[in-house]
């Protein structure tokens, strides 16, 4: 109660937390994690929708500059795209480097690096639009890959590296829900009818609990002004 010194703030709808479905506590930053944060050793602060750190900005992607990161990623993989393009287009008629008649070699050089970095591009444009499709993060990914080699690792003791083998040959998968694992992911989610009641569910290995249409995710992602100022309040 505001009188006595303290208030309080109305949960947000669905929020990850632990096996009792309480929020996760920063020890560092001694507050409570909001929006998928993640502690980060470069700020030393939880970062809302902690993503990962790029190395090509030279900072984190978050909650604030996520969006402009994945404009970011595109505006590159459209400028190698058009430069390869270009090069198969125009190859033709620069094919006259001495008495040959072949291309320049530093053509030839700026082609291969072009190649090379347009398919590492895409590769990145893959994983930046499959996780603005499903509305997750590099550190969402991270723990369910966590969750599945401690599942497989646990089914190599019992059934052997063969056996595990033939099980995913026929189609079997190695996700047992009923294995508690300590890389287990919990959210805590409003009763859709008691509007005094949460419920703690435990996720399967992978679930997305926030993603939702296409459309939606990606208002999510793009509309930051408005949820950075509540957040901030």
Known sequence: KENEGFSFIDPPEIFFCDSEG?????????SIKSLRSHHSSWYNTCVPKFDHYCVWIGDLVGYRNNPYYIVFVFSFWLLFLFDVISMICFSSKLHNYGKRHILHPVLILMYIVDCFWLLMITSLVYTTVKHLINNETTMDMLQINKRRKYLRDEAIKKTGRWGVMMQIFRGHDIDDHSVV?????YINVQHPVLPNIRLVIRLKM?????KKDIW???????????KYKSLSN
Not at 206 to 210: T, V
């Open 181 to 185: 694992t300590p890389y287990e992911r």
């Open 216 to 226: 939606s995710n990606i208002k999510d992602t793009f509309s930051i002004r408005d």
């Open 22 to 30: 309480l929020p996760f506590w920063c020890s560092t930053c001694k």
């Open 206 to 210: 992978d679930e997305k609990p926030y």
